[in-house]
């Protein structure tokens, strides 16, 4: 019984449509069954398109340019036709391991001039694969390469060619070695648009090395040292604004750049800081450092004028005795502090006594200097509970008193 009143039976002009029934003999399908049709067409078409094909030519440069070039050419090119010879023009090449010679060759020297490389990251692990390797280099040097990464996992001393350091056109170089500190020790370098230079397990021994790159790197911006071997080191620039010397062994480092906007560095020998006006100021075992601020008159020590952030390395109470106090008196616009003993804890087994540099001994009572009574935006401990956890309770009592922090955090390990 339908609403307008009509009774239908299997012949008649009506019908059932839940069970398609009645009308004129023919059998009409469920709505349901022709949505679930029309989705499942949709679906097979779906599924039979080829969307990876569809991508733009820069995302798929961005998909396949880490990966190393090998399996970008070989594997990655099964997923899709398009894909098969994308990784031809791809701006920027990744070289892993043993990359043989001849797929090298095709990669880089048959290049097509019209898609330029941009970037290449270069790992060599053996010495019988450094000949082509450095041929290859030399290429990109001439054809406009903006991006270097050179990571060697040789044992054996190799020696970069000077393109490396002679090249118009790079803006960022980061060498690295892992197995034995590499020797860098160019003839010269030109390299005047160089913006960010990272060098890992280096050793920079030759004092002539540092007024190279002062002299050829014109548009240093960032200077990155970690785990090198520097002698005597002098960093002089007006053009670096971020400066970080890191687990680096040296005989003195001279640092004079002001336009430094950050400074990282991890003392290990002697310390000369000409003017710095540095905002932001991290300072691993500094306790050499600190001592001779203090041997000096305070009108030839440097100044932290515009320093707003500061973050301490591997601290000891002990040290707010006289050395901090002399220095946080000489940064007044101090806004953010972060002390962390974590770095001491990691480098001495888990101890936080008996560190082996430079520390006073003092029998005057803990007094945080005058400096620190003034408002910190944000303050941040991250401290040992061993030992002298009871003074450590009582330095972070009186900095939350005297410097009245709008944002406080304090992490115990």
Avoid at 196 to 220: E, I, N, W, Y
């Amino acid at each position: 019984m339908f609403g307008d009143g009509r009774t239908t039976g299997r012949g008649g002009r009506g019908g059932d449509p839940t069970t398609g029934r009645g009308g004129r003999g023919r059998r009409r399908t469920p709505p349901m069954f022709v949505r679930s049709r029309a989705v499942g067409r949709t679906a097979r078409e779906a599924a039979g398109r080829d969307r990876l094909s569809a991508l733009s030519d820069d995302l798929l440069h961005r998909i396949l340019g880490p990966l190393d070039a090998r399996l970008a050419a070989g594997q990655c090119s099964l997923l899709s036709r398009r894909w098969r010879h994308v990784w031809a023009t791809m701006p920027h090449v990744t070289l892993v391991g043993h990359a043989s010679e001849r797929f090298g060759d095709n990669l880089l020297l048959l290049r097509d001039g019209d898609n330029k490389l941009r970037a290449l990251t270069l790992h060599s692990a053996s010495t019988d694969h450094f000949a082509h390797q450095c041929r290859w280099l030399r290429h990109v040097a001439s054809h406009g390469i903006r991006v270097l990464d050179i990571a060697l996992g040789t044992a054996d001393d190799v020696e970069l060619p000077d393109c490396v350091f002679n090249c118009t056109t790079l803006e960022e170089i980061t060498v690295s070695a892992s197995a034995v500190r590499q020797v860098v020790a160019p003839k010269t370098i030109c390299l005047p648009c160089l913006k960010k230079l990272h060098l890992r397990f280096m050793q920079l021994s030759d004092p002539s090395v540092a007024d190279k790159l002062t002299s050829g790197c014109p548009a240093l911006e960032e200077l990155d040292l970690s785990r090198c071997s520097l002698g005597v080191f002098r960093v002089s620039s007006d053009t670096v604004k971020t400066l970080s010397v890191t687990a680096c062994d040296y005989l003195e480092i001279h640092v004079s750049a002001p336009s430094i906007a950050s400074l990282k560095l991890s003392v290990a020998g002697r310390v000369k800081l000409d003017a710095m006006p540095s905002q932001h100021l991290e300072l691993l075992r500094f306790g050499s450092l600190l001592k001779d601020m203090m041997d000096k008159p305070a009108t030839e020590g440097p100044t932290f004028s515009k320093m707003k952030s500061l973050y301490l390395g591997e601290w000891l109470v002990v040290d707010f005795y006289r050395p901090l106090a002399y220095f946080f008196n000489h940064a007044p616009n101090l806004a953010m502090l972060s002390l962390d003993q974590w770095k001491l804890y990691e480098e001495n087994n888990g101890e936080i006594s008996g560190p082996a540099y430079f520390r006073w001994k003092s029998t005057e009572k803990l007094n945080l200097p005058s400096v620190l009574s003034s408002d910190l935006e944000i303050l941040r401990l991250r401290i040992s509970k061993d030992d002298d956890a009871g003074e450590f309770s009582t330095l972070r009592r009186m900095l939350k008193e005297k410097t009245k922090p709008k944002e406080m955090e304090v992490v115990w390990f």
